[in-house]
């Protein structure tokens, strides 16, 4: 199998967009890859396209309106893994020798798909009884607090260090600090979640290239960063029943990309994980082994994740504060780690930062319906 | 790059399935793969998903449905190339080393996503002021009319051929002959095609199992069939335009499956090719390179495509005469071409079927929106 090799990146400012469709959002992040990445339109042999409620042939759309058209182009949705699953295909057909050059990009443009708040699918039986995604995880950090004596408090603290970042980050889409005292002040969604740990309605794209090892030499490759390791686990989520607080698609992903990689928790340096809410990160971190179980909330409140801690969490600014256009989110993780590996990441970069993992988890982590979750662990 | 064989192929009957769910209809599709394969839930190790409207994690729910978490699942979107989109991403998986055995499942429930027709997308502007698919084709029909002498007769033979072999397929939707005349005495969609000429609304899930050569070999594989070849082209269509009787990416992904497989349009023996009117059955046959330009509709009147022809088309009953439940279409196709080259196909055995192509085709084949086109190639 050929080593996958990141060589370009893109991404559009996160936030709303009401004025541009999703196409020209993917467009747009596309074209910044390729010219990152230094290859031109025909240059690229085929596409992986994560979206979510984007409807038909999202990918076709939006590189179309960046004017690649003619390729293997296939459209994957995942829940929120969309976009990293995109990579994990993209990667995968580099590895086949299939291809030198593809591309992965995620976009969504989620206000204009919905107005407000979306609503769960009419076949989501669970959600409609009202196990939605703030009440799932509102059971988990329930459960957490019960189990390790967390505190609302410490979970506000991961907001507030993510909302903190994202104002280092010039494409999040929150711009001021958010005190922890501010989120505890914050609306209550789903007891003990607050408004603002909760991640936003978002509406972007993010891109990346990946090339062969071959591909990588032909054009320079100094700034290419390795893409070690991506792995993929998905199905029903019955497992964690058994206690909420424990992350099984996350650790079995997280067992692959290790072994695959021979990269463990403690060469991680840093990591962008899915913080759809502020107890997410913790379930995340500790399902990756990168804390230990139940000790999180606790250590973020002695900056332990913090830009300049031990281990960087979300240093984007994370779903909580950069946002989450759902499909895009996976690939803008990726782009976050590679800037940070290049040492391009401004005011917010990381010291020394030469592995970094991303973590993206998508659909009902609880229940029947189904679940995705994608680890990519990336090198200079 | 490793070789890819279909091992296992299961499919449910297709139609209305009003007292089933899509994840018990890909379940269903799934066991009956796995039992025909000799292999058990916990030899797949990744699978790839097809499905157009039937939201999140479709994969997930289908596969837990039938008993299998926890691997690798990408849900892929490729409007009606859904299902061949995700057997040309398993075939990739296999190529590049990285499993030994995998699904792809194709899976749709229509009849539960939409109540009647389906409407076009908001965002398809172009559906919206009239070019609906049935528009779409009706335009490509006249344009054939008045470019070869075409006719509303022998436009019609080909729909009355579909609904015929259909008859002989015990899981086709449609189980009595139409004539030619009840053809054209059908109501009027779109002029010149009729409704007899029109793809119905379907459920359904078709479902394959491919294996690498090592695998093959384990599993004894006396009835195994090579993939030869799998491709997939996507894009905008705009190069069409010029003559809507050209299928301008049915070629490209022809050009790509015959030079791969080293097997040319004269060595193909039959073909299951996307018939979703009578014209299209003509526009990809002619695309592919198995009849001569302008000529086919005339030769179905000569019964050159009927089982027992010079090179039957659509023997199945094909999108006209089986049904199109658009996801799971494309694997359909390749479980019949499977069928035919291992002598199962009962009253429509076609005599000497050592080499089959499956077309599938997804999207607006003609105009700005997006579209895909997959050709696989099987032989044994």
């Known amino acids: 199998m050929s080593d996958v090799y990141v060589v370009g990146a893109g991404m559009t400012p ?6 541009k469709t999703a196409a020209e959002l993917g467009a747009a992040a596309v074209l910044e890859a390729l010219d990152d990445a230094g290859v031109s339109l025909g240059d690229i042999e085929a596409a992986w396209v994560g979206s979510v409620f984007q409807g038909m042939a999202m990918g076709q759309r ?7 058209s003619g390729i293997p182009i296939t459209n994957v949705e995942n829940a929120c893994s969309s976009g990293s699953t995109a990579i994990w295909g993209a990667a995968m057909s580099i590895k086949a020798g299939a291809y030198d050059v593809v591309l992965a990009l995620g976009v969504e443009h989620l206000t204009g798909a919905f107005r407000g708040a979306f609503t769960p ?18 059971m988990r950090a329930q459960r957490h607090f019960a189990q390790y004596g967390t505190t609302s408090e410490q979970l506000a603290a991961i907001s507030a260090k993510n909302k903190r970042n ?6 999040a889409q929150f711009k001021k600090p958010v005190s922890v005292d501010e989120v505890l002040a914050s609306r209550m969604i789903a007891d003990p979640l ?10 972007g794209a993010a891109a990346v290239v990946l090339a062969s090892r071959r591909k990588r030499a032909a054009l320079g490759g100094s700034r290419a960063v390795r893409l070690a390791a991506s792995a993929l686990k998905s199905g029903r989520a019955e497992v964690g029943l058994k206690d909420m607080t424990v992350e099984d698609l996350t650790w079995r992903a997280a067992e692959e990309a290790y072994e695959r990689s021979g990269i463990g928790p403690s060469d991680i340096r840093f990591a962008e994980v899915h913080d759809c809410f502020s107890i997410a990160e913790a379930l995340r971190v500790e399902g990756l082994g990168l804390f230990p179980h139940g000790e999180y909330p606790a250590r973020v409140v002695k900056g332990e994740a913090d830009l300049d801690g031990r281990l960087p969490v979300n240093g984007s600014g994370g779903l909580l504060g950069k946002g989450h256009p759902l499909g895009a989110t996976g690939v803008a993780q990726v782009v976050e780690v590679v800037r ?14 030469r592995v970094g993992l991303a973590h993206c988890r998508g659909g009902k982590a609880q ?3 189904g679940t995705a979750c994608t680890v ?5």
Do not use: W
């Open 194 to 203: 607050h408004l603002q740990e909760c991640a936003p309605v978002s509406d």
């Open 166 to 171: 994202a104002v280092a980050n010039p494409l």
């Open 121 to 138: 699918d009419e076949s989501d039986v669970e959600a409609q009884r009202g196990l939605t995604m703030p009440a799932v995880y509102a």
């Open 367 to 369: 229940g029947v319906e």
């Open 340 to 353: 940070q590996l290049r040492g391009e990441a401004g005011p917010r970069q990381i010291p020394g930062a």
């Open 62 to 68: 939006a590189l179309g309106e960046g004017g690649i």
């Open 376 to 380: 990519n662990i990336l090198t200079v």
């Open 14 to 19: 996160f936030g709303k967009h009401p004025d």
